[in-house]
């Protein structure tokens, strides 16, 4: 399928794209302990996959507008949970490194989940090592205001960028999302374990919350409650879930 820049902004227009939600996981009881909002595309009645319409949509400026777009619908999901008083867990949102990085998309993002009267311990903003591209001062700034009004901030994909050891060094991050590529994949990798290892001590050590993303085995739940990392996502626990089926995973939480 061509996907044209033309047909992501009529899916817009027409709210084809849909919030999918990935659980997160506790190791330490196995229950779920936050999402990941994941977009889908619904279109003419067939399921388009991200791969076919994310590498346009990354070109687009409307990119910008995207995530708001997602955030909305997010944040409808979570108020319509918290009035069934069911027990709800924090969402992650990816943030594009698009967006001008100022007052007043802070201002948009705390506007947008106030409007839905969204407490703000129940949103996440997840944003990729690129977004140092951005400029240092106003990313900073976004950062501060973004924790002084009680919002979390995660580094995602940390450790696959060059920036990585500046980026926790000099900016107010909650938490870190360690990349599935540095998971070991074999007891006799000790390279790969002693920095896995080391991955996540250094993010405890700094107060910062940890989790790792692209869980598929037993093996690699063994690895990370060995080294005291027990937050992960991935297929072992959970596949992306449409709002409905999430919902029914709250509702045995």
Not at 11 to 40: D, T, W
Not at 244 to 250: G, I
Request: some cysteine.
């Amino acid at each position: 399928m061509n996907v044209t820049p033309q047909m992501i902004i009529d899916a817009m227009k027409n709210e084809e794209f849909i919030v999918y939600y990935q659980p997160k996981v506790s190791l330490l009881r196995y229950n779920l302990a936050g999402a990941e909002a994941l977009c889908r595309w619904i279109h003419d009645g067939k399921l388009i996959q991200p791969d076919l319409f994310i590498p346009q949509l990354e070109k687009m400026e409307e990119i910008a507008e995207f995530d708001f777009y997602l955030l909305e619908h997010i944040c409808r999901d979570i108020r319509k949970w918290l009035d069934e008083k069911l027990n709800v867990v924090k969402t992650s949102v990816n943030l594009s490194r698009c967006h001008k990085m100022n007052d007043a998309l802070l201002k948009r993002l705390v506007g947008t989940i106030d409007k839905y009267r969204i407490p703000h311990q129940y949103i996440e903003f997840e944003l990729l090592e690129s977004t140092m591209e951005v400029n240092y001062d106003e990313l900073k700034s976004l950062l501060t205001g973004l924790t002084l009004e009680g919002i979390t901030t995660s580094v995602d994909d940390f450790g696959i960028g060059y920036s990585s050891m500046n980026l926790i060094r000099t900016l107010p991050w909650n938490v870190i999302k360690i990349d599935k590529s540095f998971v070991p994949k074999s007891d006799s990798d000790y390279r790969q374990h002693t920095i896995f290892r080391h991955l996540i001590s250094m993010a405890r050590d700094l107060g910062l919350d940890c989790i790792v993303e692209g869980v598929e085995t037993v093996e690699q739940v063994r690895l990370l409650k060995e080294n005291k990392c027990y937050l992960a996502q991935g297929f072992l626990f959970d596949r992306p879930l449409p709002p409905a089926e999430f919902r029914r995973r709250l509702l045995g939480n």
